[in-house]
Nanobody, 113 residues
Framework: QVQLVESGGGLVQPGGSLRLSCATS????????MGWYRQAPGKQRELVAS???????NYAESVKGRFTISRDYAKKTLYLQMNSLKIEDTAVYYC???????WGQGTQVTVSS
């Protein structure tokens, strides 16, 4: 049974940082492309960042240079380091195995002064 469990969200001031984690189980983590999506109120879910099996990464233009996606194969955990956060980064962030129907439950990130 595949499980994806996000953590690390919270309330942060503009310019601050957060690190999201996505602990996985029941997956072939070393073989899977993984990604982070987000969904803000009233908006469609959008891809934030993805990382392929061998480590190549892709980022949305809006987060390039501020966010870093990474993975720990031993811990079977996906990360998203978010720096220089902006108010417009406020959303629920979801972890997913790319190109599958497997999603986590989401973690809320709120950037506010």
């Amino acid at each position: 049974q595949v499980q994806l469990v996000e953590s690390g969200g919270g309330l942060v001031q503009p310019g601050g940082s957060l690190r999201l984690s996505c602990a996985t189980s029941g997956t072939t983590f070393s073989l899977d492309a993984m990604g982070w999506y987000r969904q803000a109120p009233g908006k469609q879910r959008e891809l934030v960042a993805s990382i392929e099996r061998l480590g190549s990464t892709n980022y949305a233009e809006s987060v390039k240079g501020r966010f870093t996606i990474s993975r720990d194969y031993a811990k079977k955990t996906l990360y998203l380091q978010m720096n220089s956060l902006k108010i417009e980064d406020t959303a629920v962030y979801y972890c997913t195995i790319m190109r599958t129907a497997h999603w986590g439950q989401g973690t809320q990130v709120t950037v506010s002064s």
